[in-house]
């Protein structure tokens, strides 16, 4: 069977109390579904014989500025059985802004988590190491966020210690 | 380590205590110690930060920090325009500038739904390939001189001068290349280029095997390297351990074979895996790569295609400055793209390639607009260095040298 309908079809079975909302663009499977199942479906993506997602290529975020659900948390992952990308979403609103790691389903997903932290400020619950990728861990802001400025914050980087 | 308490940010210097809760920063006669090493260490490939914990000579724990390159590429490319963006990826993996700029410009086209003419994508392969092979002679040689064999820099060094010459006559730059456009590359490729190409293709070979014999045979270097820093294949997958790295693990992974981009399903190659998934087999695997990267470029020269180099789809893809000066509709379309830019339907697109480094992918969403509303860089060596503390626990503090010169990091796509 095509996988592109093979995924939602064993998603739905396996978690039937759940909306999954499938869309395709050039040729490329989207899976949207709320964010408190994210661990559940990761780890089941990666487990099944079928599928077999064991490659996280990428995780990051999409900041939407004026939406209601503000952020989307994107997963790239990458069936290396099949061959077969599939990108998941999930929605995280700013008054909670927080999701699952995933990285206990894949370690590489810590420092992409991490990024994610820092770019954006979602938190990341249970993740082992929750500090910020590249910005100094005095810096208050979230710089791929719509509201920082591109210019940055003038007084924002503090010189380093004496 | 009072100064380094001084001068340490308390969260790192915690993250590096959690790996042993044993450990007291008192107790002088320990024989732990906290080392400091980078980021201006030569050996760490440009300006990565590494924080050792150190039992004798032994490693025990290892934090890496990133972000002092940190130049917000991806903030960037939010406030620009497709176009504008292309010398910026020049300036991610600055050893191959022509595979980010290949890789850039496949992931917009597969958004906006432009197809590249058959002459362009052979021409991007081949100027890939080439990247590859100048990334790897620069691997080579930097970790040949990080564990002491000098001489390979300079020999990998001077081949890697002939592909920039190649660059060179084909583009006029020689570093920052910025040689795509979308829709095609800027220029055709003269003929005096591409009989640069084969001609070093031709001479490269005996060079490659002159550098290879001359390490080999060399015992110190052999056995510096034999053994350190193996990784399993289970672990280098969980890990998004990629490109060259992956597959000494045992891998046989490779996106130019599983997921076919440009023309590489018409091109005769082996993808050389190795099982140790140590330095050693890292190395054998790059000097491999070179081999099947030469195969390839010999291919695209021999089954270069003729035709346009730019697709005609005039409101997305910029015209050439001749016709801009000569041709009305032409002028317009200049205009529009350069103010509004190509303004690409509503979606989003993850798409990947097999950079020098690993998979380099960009995802990119549009909301229709001349800017992208987001764009990532998956880059390659930020994977990698991922990996670096269970690469380096339980070795020397001197095999650290020899594994990230193994591994190949470039800062300037690991920071973006």
Same mark, same amino acid.
């Given at each position: 069977?095509? !996988?592109?309908?093979?995924?939602?079809?064993? !998603?739905?079975?396996?978690?039937?109390?759940?909306?999954?909302?499938?869309?395709?663009? &050039?040729?490329?499977?989207?899976?949207?579904?709320?964010?408190?199942?994210?661990?559940? *479906?990761? +780890?089941?993506?990666?487990?099944? *014989?079928?599928?077999?997602? *064991?490659?996280?290529?990428?995780?990051? %975020?999409?900041?939407? %500025?004026?939406?209601?659900? &503000?952020?989307?948390?994107?997963?790239?992952?990458? +069936?290396?059985?099949?061959?077969?990308?599939?990108?998941?979403?999930? /929605? *995280?609103?700013?008054? /909670?802004?927080?999701?699952?790691?995933?990285?206990?389903?894949?370690? %590489? %997903?810590?420092?992409?988590?991490?990024?994610?932290?820092?770019?954006?400020?979602?938190?990341?619950?249970?993740?082992? /190491? !929750?500090?910020?990728?590249?910005?100094?861990?005095?810096?208050?802001?979230?710089?791929?966020?719509? /509201?920082?400025?591109?210019?940055?914050?003038?007084?924002?980087?503090?010189?380093?210690?004496? | 380590?009072?100064?380094?308490?001084?001068?340490?940010?308390?969260?790192?210097?915690?993250?590096?205590?959690?790996?042993?809760?044993?450990?007291?920063?008192?107790?002088?006669?320990?024989?732990?110690?906290?080392?400091?090493?980078?980021?201006?260490?030569?050996?760490?490939?440009?300006?990565?930060?590494?924080?050792?914990?150190?039992?004798?000579?032994?490693?025990?724990?290892?934090?890496?920090? #990133?972000?002092?390159?940190?130049?917000?590429?991806?903030?960037?490319?939010?406030?620009?325009?497709?176009?504008?963006?292309?010398?910026?990826?020049?300036? #991610?993996?600055?050893?191959?500038?022509?595979?980010?700029?290949?890789?850039?410009?496949?992931?917009?086209?597969?958004?906006?739904?432009?197809?590249?003419?058959?002459?362009?994508?052979?021409?991007?392969?081949?100027?890939?390939?080439?990247?590859?092979?100048?990334?790897?002679?620069?691997?080579?040689?930097?970790?040949?001189?990080?564990?002491?064999?000098?001489?390979?820099?300079?020999?990998?060094?001077?081949?890697?001068?002939?592909?920039?010459?190649?660059?060179?006559?084909?583009?006029?730059?020689?570093?920052?290349? =910025?040689?795509?456009?979308?829709?095609?590359?800027?220029?055709?490729?003269?003929?005096?280029?591409?009989?640069?190409?084969?001609?070093?293709?031709?001479?490269?070979?005996?060079?490659?095997?002159?550098?290879?014999?001359?390490?080999?045979?060399?015992?110190?270097?052999? $056995?510096?390297?034999?053994?350190?820093?193996?990784?399993?294949?289970?672990?280098?997958?969980?890990?998004?351990?990629?490109?060259?790295?992956?597959?000494?693990?045992?891998?046989?992974?490779?996106?130019?074979?599983?997921?076919?981009?440009?023309?590489?399903?018409?091109?005769?190659?082996?993808?050389?895996?190795?099982?140790?998934?140590?330095?050693?087999?890292?190395?054998?695997?790059?000097?491999?790569?070179?081999?099947?990267?030469?195969?390839?470029?010999?291919?695209?020269?021999?089954?270069?295609?003729?035709?346009?180099?730019?697709?005609?789809?005039?409101?997305?893809?910029?015209?050439?400055?001749?016709?801009?000066?000569?041709?009305? $509709?032409?002028?317009?379309?200049?205009?529009?793209?350069?103010?509004?830019?190509?303004?690409?339907?509503?979606?989003?697109?993850?798409?990947?390639?097999?950079?020098?480094?690993?998979?380099?992918?960009?995802?990119?969403?549009?909301?229709?607009?001349?800017?992208?509303?987001?764009?990532?860089?998956? =880059?390659?060596?930020?994977?990698?260095?991922?990996?670096?503390?269970?690469?380096?626990?339980?070795?020397?503090?001197?095999?650290?040298?020899?594994?990230?010169?193994?591994?190949?990091?470039?800062?300037?796509?690991?920071?973006?």
């Amino acid at each position: 069977m095509d !996988l592109k309908t093979l995924i939602p079809q064993k !998603l739905k079975e396996e978690f039937p109390s759940t909306e999954f909302e499938v869309s395709e663009y &050039r040729d490329e499977l989207t899976i949207k579904f709320e964010k408190k199942i994210i661990v559940d *479906v990761c +780890s089941f993506l990666k487990s099944d *014989v079928d599928l077999e997602f *064991v490659w996280c290529s990428d995780i990051t %975020a999409i900041d939407w %500025a004026t939406r209601k659900n &503000r952020f989307t948390v994107v997963y790239n992952i990458f +069936s290396m059985k099949h061959n077969f990308r599939l990108r998941l979403k999930c /929605d *995280v609103d700013e008054s /909670d802004c927080s999701i699952d790691t995933v990285s206990s389903v894949w370690q %590489a %997903a810590n420092w992409q988590e991490r990024e994610t932290y820092d770019m954006y400020g979602i938190k990341f619950k249970n993740h082992p /190491d !929750l500090r910020r990728m590249y910005m100094p861990e005095e810096f208050e802001y979230h710089p791929l966020r719509k /509201d920082f400025p591109l210019m940055g914050i003038p007084g924002s980087l503090p010189l380093p210690k004496k | 380590m009072k100064q380094l308490e001084k001068e340490t940010d308390p969260k790192i210097l915690q993250a590096l205590l959690n790996s042993r809760n044993d450990y007291t920063l008192d107790d002088a006669l320990e024989n732990e110690m906290v080392l400091n090493m980078g980021p201006q260490h030569p050996a760490t490939h440009g300006v990565l930060r590494l924080l050792l914990r150190l039992d004798g000579e032994r490693i025990i724990g290892c934090v890496p920090e #990133l972000g002092y390159l940190h130049r917000g590429y991806e903030k960037m490319a939010e406030n620009m325009s497709y176009y504008e963006y292309i010398p910026h990826t020049d300036r #991610l993996d600055y050893i191959s500038p022509m595979a980010n700029n290949v890789a850039y410009v496949l992931a917009v086209e597969k958004l906006a739904g432009i197809e590249a003419p058959k002459r362009a994508q052979y021409i991007r392969m081949l100027i890939a390939e080439l990247a590859r092979i100048a990334s790897h002679l620069v691997a080579l040689g930097s970790f040949a001189m990080d564990v002491g064999a000098l001489t390979v820099f300079l020999w990998t060094l001077r081949e890697r001068e002939k592909i920039l010459d190649v660059w060179d006559i084909l583009c006029g730059a020689r570093f920052t290349n =910025s040689y795509t456009r979308i829709g095609g590359v800027a220029n055709d490729a003269q003929p005096e280029a591409l009989a640069k190409a084969k001609w070093f293709i031709e001479q490269f070979e005996p060079y490659l095997a002159e550098v290879e014999q001359l390490l080999n045979t060399n015992r110190i270097f052999i $056995e510096r390297i034999d053994g350190v820093g193996a990784i399993s294949k289970e672990d280098a997958i969980d890990l998004g351990f990629c490109g060259p790295n992956l597959r000494a693990c045992g891998v046989e992974f490779d996106l130019r074979r599983n997921v076919p981009y440009l023309c590489y399903n018409e091109m005769d190659f082996n993808i050389p895996t190795y099982t140790e998934g140590d330095c050693l087999a890292r190395y054998f695997l790059r000097i491999d790569e070179c081999r099947e990267s030469a195969k390839i470029v010999k291919q695209i020269l021999d089954k270069i295609p003729q035709g346009p180099v730019q697709a005609n789809i005039p409101k997305k893809v910029l015209p050439h400055k001749d016709e801009v000066y000569s041709k009305m $509709e032409e002028l317009i379309h200049d205009f529009m793209i350069v103010n509004f830019g190509i303004n690409p339907p509503v979606g989003e697109i993850y798409h990947a390639i097999e950079g020098s480094k690993g998979e380099l992918g960009f995802y990119l969403v549009s909301k229709g607009d001349g800017k992208p509303w987001k764009s990532k860089i998956r =880059s390659p060596s930020f994977n990698n260095i991922q990996s670096l503390p269970k690469l380096v626990i339980g070795h020397l503090i001197s095999d650290v040298v020899a594994i990230i010169g193994s591994i190949d990091p470039i800062m300037g796509e690991a920071d973006k």
